[in-house]
């Protein structure tokens, strides 16, 4: 491959030499994003085992993607706000038995935490997920198109920033969506962002009501938008082959 599709916040310019490829660095986000994806009619939560009054935290993340160090970030918040629940897409039973005994043995009553199955209607999984209150992003590899999928119906979503492209997507979409102050980069902010959005409902009220605002008015649902700027990138790409020229990293202007 000559060329990889990235913005300056997944990749960096100082990481450059790290990839084989040369970057096309977009000028909002490397993701592209449907802003044509129907929601189906939305669900209660006791239908899928959700309490009515809790506050949901959701990670729709696959499993592979949770380790100890996040898990152990995920129970100290619910240990610190009462009347959360943390809702989670897992599919095999023996995943689900030990992370229950791991809560167990971390303090936490493993009651609080609900598994999500898999979900072959994409409108269904969106009307589910409408259900819950905050997503929270893993640590080692995070949240692409999940983390997408929860800014498209509303939920917010806060991100511990890596060092690595699969730790910066996150980053990078909420960046695009005007939405910053969700961007963390340890793992002390990260937890104190969450516990304050829970304890605090006119926050996390405010943040809601930016976000479906921002829905509209930012680069992240522009999908004609994203589609100019690839255009003007492959443009840019096969005139460097037209002169001649071996492949280099580009940088997309905005349009």
Wanted: glycine share 4%.
């Amino acid at each position: 491959m000559d060329y990889i599709i990235g913005d300056e916040t997944i990749i960096p310019e100082k990481d450059f030499a790290c990839y084989t490829e040369k970057c096309i660095a977009m000028p909002d986000t490397y993701m592209i994003t449907d802003n044509q994806q129907t929601i189906a009619p939305r669900p209660t939560r006791s239908e899928l085992g959700l309490p009515e009054d809790a506050f949901v935290l959701c990670t729709f993340n696959s499993p592979y993607k949770l380790d100890p160090t996040v898990f152990e970030s995920w129970v100290t918040i619910l240990k610190e706000c009462d009347n959360t629940v943390l809702w989670l897409y897992v599919r095999h039973e023996e995943t689900k038995k030990n992370l229950r005994a791991y809560a167990e043995k971390l303090g936490l009553d493993a009651s609080r935490l609900i598994f999500a199955d898999h979900e072959t209607n994409k409108a269904k999984h969106l009307a589910r997920l409408s259900l819950s209150n905050l997503f929270l992003d893993a640590f080692a590899i995070g949240a692409h198109t999940t983390c997408v999928d929860a800014l498209w119906v509303g939920v917010p979503l806060v991100t511990c920033q890596g060092d690595t492209f699969v730790q910066r997507g996150a980053s990078s979409i909420l960046k695009a969506i005007d939405l910053p102050e969700l961007i963390t980069t340890n793992k002390k902010e990260y937890e104190d962002k969450i516990i304050q959005l829970v304890k605090n409902p006119d926050s996390y009220a405010a943040l809601c009501q930016k976000l479906l605002q921002h829905q509209k008015t930012t680069p992240l649902f522009d999908t004609a938008g994203f589609a100019r700027h690839l255009e003007k990138a492959y443009e840019l790409i096969w005139q460097r082959y037209e002169d001649g020229l071996a492949p280099a990293p580009i940088k997309v202007p905005k349009i």
